[in-house]
Each structure stands twice: as structure tokens, then as C-alpha cells.
């Protein structure tokens, strides 16, 4: 393990403050600096960016961060028994690291950049809490906190995060891999371009999880497809909740005009939600509006 400042190993500071990993607040610690160093360095040139990081833990990510040359990180905190730790590395890089202590689902992530940006770009890098992960990720994507007079682009550039494996096939699908395609990659795929960037082991985790880790990079689309984002979420939700039947009947509950909605949408009646790209679901929920406008 490399030493990226002068800083404590993360071993002896989880042992100074005793900080034992809370299944209940989905904590798995990252030691590794070499690891956290590789995330960090996935979020790009950070010198004149503000990283606003979710679940700092004892700080391992938040060194990496700062070591890379991050001007500003905005770490939020829910365990206060990381604070102490966290506020060494603070003082290591004075008038680098903010820390906020509070609930991660509570934040105003539009105005915490508008407060604390201080007018720079904002990315959101993080090793996840995997039991608030996928809602703080939709909470992102769907951006609808106004920033600057408007709900997209949203405040932050890009954003690299860690996820379960599993949801991280699920953020990245689409109809060619028909298992793992449904509302979470629509949502994702509509609104900004995922790839998926490396694993890492549950051997790479103190607790080791049971499954394997992935890293995510979602850059927003300056012009996702045209559509009511509501709608394409009831779309997608209806489409989805009976995946494996035709359009013609998973659509019904939205309107008793589901063929003629499929037809305006230019897609086949027998097709199946999985088989279904974006742009197909973007063009149901355009019609839908239209249909529900006139009726």
C-alpha cells in the first residue's frame, strides 16, 4: 500500500477511533490507498473542482481525493464516530475538506453545490453505502431541484460512484443484456452516458461483502430525449412491472388506448419491455402526454 501523505495508515486510525464497520449504516470500509487512489484518479483533473463525496467512512477516498489535487471536498458523514478522523485529515489540507455531518437522503445536493461550490465544477465521487445507493443515484439523475433556473444539466459534471455489481449492471444495460435491462438503466441511459470502469473484490473491503463491487462514471447528456420525465418513469414502471408480457397488455393500465399509443410511438404491440431502447420508451411517454392532453 502506497503512502499518499503523512497522514496515519487507515489501519491504525480505524483502530484510534475505534471504528468498527456498522452493517446497519452499509459500511465496508476501503484500506487500500492504491484502490481509493485509482477511484480518485477516474474522476479526472480535479484541481478546480468541488467533489461533493457520500459516506466518507474514516477518510480513505477523501485523502485520495485531496492527494489528486481536488480543491475543495464536501464530505457528508451520517456515523459521528468518523468525524474525528475525518476532521485530522482537515486539518492536514486546511481550507480543503468540508465536513457536513447528517443523513446523505437529506441533503439539498442543488443548493449544498450553490453554498459551498464556490462557483467551480462540481462532481460527486463516492464509495456508496450500498443500502442508500440506488436512491441517492435516481435523486442525481433526475435532477429535479432547480440549478440555475432550470432542472437540466444538473449541478454536477460527472459522477463516479461505487455500487454493487449487480447495480452497476443494472445502471449500465441495455436491450442486449435483456436480465439486467429495466427502469434503472432507462432512467440512466435517458439522462446522462454510464459506463462501468473497473471491479473491485470483496477482499478489497474490511468487512469483505459478499459480492462483488463495481465503479460507475455517468456524465450528463446535454440533450436527453425529449419527454416528460414523470411519464417516462410510469412508462417504464408499467412497461416493467410485467416485463414478459407484449406491450399491448402491460401498457393497458396507463390508457384504454394502448394501441393506438404503441402505433404513435412507432413500436410493435407483441414487443416486450426488455426489448425496448430509450429512445422507444421516450416516444410512449411524448404520445402519452399528447393522448392524456386530449382526453
Known amino acids: 500500500m502506497s503512502a499518499i ?11 484510534t477511533y475505534d ?4 452493517k446497519s449504516l452499509g459500511q465496508n470500509f476501503l484500506f487500500d490507498l ?42 457528508i458523514e451520517r456515523d459521528e464516530r468518523c468525524l474525528a478522523a475525518l476532521a485530522e485529515i482537515a486539518a492536514r489540507y486546511p481550507g480543503r475538506l468540508e465536513i457536513i455531518a447528517g443523513d446523505a437522503l437529506a441533503i439539498d445536493y442543488a443548493a449544498l453545490a450553490r453554498d459551498h461550490g464556490a462557483g467551480r465544477d462540481i462532481r460527486i465521487v463516492a464509495n456508496l453505502p450500498y443500502n442508500i445507493a440506488t436512491p441517492l443515484l435516481t435523486g442525481w439523475v433526475e435532477g429535479k431541484t432547480s440549478w440555475q433556473g432550470k432542472t437540466w444539466p444538473p449541478f454536477w459534471s460527472r459522477l463516479v460512484l461505487m455500487f454493487q455489481r449487480e447495480v452497476a449492471e443494472r445502471i449500465v444495460a441495455t436491450p442486449r443484456e435483456r436480465a439486467d435491462y429495466g427502469r434503472l438503466s432507462i432512467l440512466c441511459g435517458w439522462r446522462t452516458q454510464a459506463r462501468l470502469l473497473f471491479d473491485l473484490p470483496p477482499s478489497a473491503f474490511t468487512p469483505p461483502p459478499k459480492v462483488t463491487s463495481s465503479v460507475v462514471e455517468l456524465i450528463p ?25 407484449m406491450l399491448r397488455q402491460s401498457l393497458k393500465p396507463l390508457t384504454p388506448r394502448s394501441d393506438e399509443l404503441i402505433a404513435a410511438a412507432g413500436l410493435s404491440p407483441t414487443a416486450r419491455a426488455e426489448e425496448i431502447d430509450i429512445e422507444g420508451f421516450a416516444a410512449l411517454a411524448r404520445h402519452l402526454e399528447a393522448f392524456r392532453k386530449v382526453t
Not at 471504528?19 to 456498522?22: E, F, I, Q
Not at 447528456?221 to 408480457?245: I, S
Request: proline share 7%; hydrophobic share 40%; charged share 25%.
Open 34 to 75: 492504491n484502490l481509493t487512489s485509482r477511484i480518485a484518479r477516474a474522476a479526472g483533473n480535479l484541481e478546480q473542482t468541488t467533489v461533493i463525496e457520500v459516506g466518507p467512512g474514516p477518510g480513505g477516498l477523501t485523502r485520495a481525493l485531496l492527494a489528486n489535487g481536488a480543491a475543495k471536498v464536501v464530505a
Open 5 to 15: 501523505d503523512d497522514l496515519p495508515p487507515l489501519r491504525e486510525i480505524v483502530r
Open 221 to 245: 447528456r446535454e440533450h436527453p430525449a425529449p419527454c416528460n420525465g414523470n411519464l417516462l418513469a410510469d412508462v417504464t414502471r408499467t412497461a416493467f412491472g410485467q416485463r414478459r408480457k
Open 19 to 22: 471504528l468498527v464497520a456498522r
